[in-house]
């Protein structure tokens, strides 16, 4: 609660030690300038992140679904091959269960294309293992290899791995959106310390004739960081309001859109946003006061 | 060492009801400024060594020398600006050289200070000015503070209340900053040429304002290198007279 009077304390401010420090002009303005600019960034960079977190989950759900092994094998050895495949998956790692299908449900998968009158027994049907991967996943190619070996009639399919590079790559787009908001926050806190920098050099006087009626450093640092903050705060949510409508023109996510069109926020998302002044603010309090106490430190 | 008889005389006035902090300092001890085997060069040379001098409560104190000899160091080691390059300074009983920056703020509150150059915020008007050592220090409820006010009308700037620093005129500038470095009821004044670019009327006036403040109980010194100011002071005031010679620190005689 401290923390939050001292915020609050911190934003309506003094206002006579407001006034001491005289307006600073253009760095204030290119503060809130660039606030606004990087918070429009920051914008984008969450919602890149977000989205693709999003299609990593996804995609990664999708893998963890079944794998099949198809048995073709003439009437007779159709029962024993089946079973020594059972045995082969179920001695797997990496498989959590194997499951024969039934002939009800194999002629289930058919029926779309065939209609449900298919006289499956006068046909001659490859069985269909179903296979349950554990969340670790089994090696594919070894356990071609022993399927091979023991069951000449067994072909693994385990078609969801194509997504498997999908995957890493929209893991690696997260990462990268998160290091893209890294990146800007550092940006905009070194442009701050320019900006500040500048305003104190300007100020110099006016920090001398401070210190020598008294003032302590403390006093004449918040004057700035107060100002400086404040500008940040302003630009940032600026840049962030205009960033939101500029997402919300894009057009909404889709099934069959896939990634371009899922790039929007979706539902609570939306509240990270309101971080992105905070932490613009944070960012303009940090730079400014260490601007202010390197400065004031060479002073007398 | 130079002893100053320290002479404290009951207040006549109230423009200043101060005392409080002074009360503190005469129970903390008598020592206000205390400067011991005190040498200050910069990187041009030295200016003065050896010199040992302590400032006692209500005295008077001239601070006379050619130019560049080393007065306005002299005042600057007094209010901690400047750190002696050896010996030790001491403000308020604390070595300047133990004090921390918020400690030398907290010390220049107590100390009134008026520079060569007075220096002004431009941007704000003469009673911001004045009222900066209260506002920095945390006082609020400034336009209507009577002390303010009282000691406006005490250098006759009331009338310039609202003018901006580079309007005023070199002696209006001088008494506000004589006004300023009061605001604060301070223990000390500290006047470095505090009539520097004023005619001998305005001079006058100047320091008779000083000499009242004086009898008021305050500590003061001033620089100056106007000896006919010293001459009139004499009259009406006990003071000491130092004199920056030869890189030591002196006590002028009767040759004044
Ligand atoms: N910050 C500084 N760095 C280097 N030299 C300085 C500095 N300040 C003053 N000096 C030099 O020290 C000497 C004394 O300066 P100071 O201002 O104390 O003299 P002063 O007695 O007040 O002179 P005046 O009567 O002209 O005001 C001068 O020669 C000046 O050039
Ligand atoms: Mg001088």
């Known amino acids: 609660m401290s923390v939050l009077r001292s915020v609050i304390d911190f934003a309506i401010g003094d206002a006579q030690a407001e006034k001491a420090v005289p307006p600073t002009g253009f760095t204030v303005r290119l503060t809130v300038f660039s606030a606004a600019a990087m918070a429009f960034l920051v914008v984008f960079a969450l919602a890149l992140s977000l989205a693709a977190g999003r299609l990593a989950d996804r995609w990664s759900d999708e893998l963890a679904r079944s794998a099949t092994v198809r048995i073709s094998a003439p009437a007779a050895q159709m029962a024993a091959q089946t079973e020594a495949a059972l045995n082969v998956l179920r001695t797997t790692e990496g498989v959590e269960s194997a499951r024969a299908l039934s002939l009800e449900e194999q002629r289930a998968l058919l029926a779309p294309w065939f209609g449900p009158e298919l006289p499956l027994d ?103 960081m107060r100002r400086f903050t404040l500008r940040a705060l302003a630009g940032a949510a600026g840049g962030t309001l205009f960033g939101a409508f500029a997402l919300l023109l894009l057009p909404s996510a889709s099934e069959e859109g896939g990634f371009l069109t899922g790039l929007g926020l979706q539902g609570a998302h939306w509240f990270l946003l309101i971080l992105i002044p905070i932490l613009a603010a944070v960012v303009a309090f940090l730079a400014t006061r260490l601007a202010a106490h390197n400065t004031l430190r060479s002073l007398t | 060492m130079i002893e100053t008889n320290g002479k404290l005389r009951h207040n006549r006035l109230i423009i200043l009801r101060s005392d409080l902090s002074a009360k503190a300092v005469r129970q903390k001890g008598r020592k206000l400024i205390e400067f011991e085997r005190v040498a200050h060069s910069y990187s041009g040379g030295e200016l003065f060594n050896e010199v040992s001098l302590r400032l006692a409560p209500g005295s008077f104190h001239f601070l006379t020398g050619p130019s560049g000899s080393g007065k306005t160091t002299f005042l600057k080691l007094c209010y901690g600006a400047l750190v002696p390059s050896s010996g030790v300074v001491r403000i308020f009983d604390d070595d300047v050289r133990q004090m921390s920056r918020d400690d030398i703020a907290l010390a220049r509150r107590r100390v009134g200070v008026v520079h060569q150059d007075c220096q002004f915020l431009d941007h704000l008007t003469l009673r911001e000015n004045l009222a900066l050592p209260l506002t920095v220090s945390g006082h609020e409820a400034l336009d209507d503070d009577a002390n303010l006010k009282e000691l406006m009308g005490w250098v006759g700037l009331t009338s310039r209340a609202d003018a901006l620093p580079p309007e005023l005129s070199g002696g209006e500038r001088q008494r506000a900053a004589l006004a300023r470095a009061l605001i604060m009821s301070p223990d000390v004044i500290l006047a470095d040429e505090p009539t520097g670019n004023v005619d001998w009327e305005m001079s006058q006036r100047l320091l008779t304002l000083l000499i009242e403040l004086n009898r008021m109980g305050k500590t003061i010194m001033i620089a100056t290198h106007d000896l006919g100011l010293i001459r009139a002071a004499k009259n009406h005031v006990q003071a000491r007279v130092l004199r920056i010679s030869g890189r030591r620190l002196q006590l002028a005689g009767a040759d004044l």
Do not use: C, K
């Not at chain 1, 091979?148 to 385990?158: C, I, K, M, Y």
């Open chain 1, 122 to 224: 006068a046909l001659q049907l490859p069985q269909m293992i179903e296979v349950i991967e554990t969340a670790s996943g089994f090696d594919g190619d070894g356990l071609r290899l022993r399927l091979a070996g023991e069951v000449p009639g067994a072909v693994l399919d385990n078609h969801a791995r194509w997504r498997g590079p999908l995957v890493s790559a929209a893991s690696s787009l997260r990462l990268l959106g998160w290091v893209s908001i890294v990146l800007i926050a550092l940006a905009t806190g070194a442009m701050i310390t320019l900006a500040a920098n500048a305003a104190l050099a300007a100020n110099a006087q006016v920090i001398a004739v401070m210190r020598l009626v008294g003032a302590r450093d403390s006093y004449i640092a918040q004057a700035f």
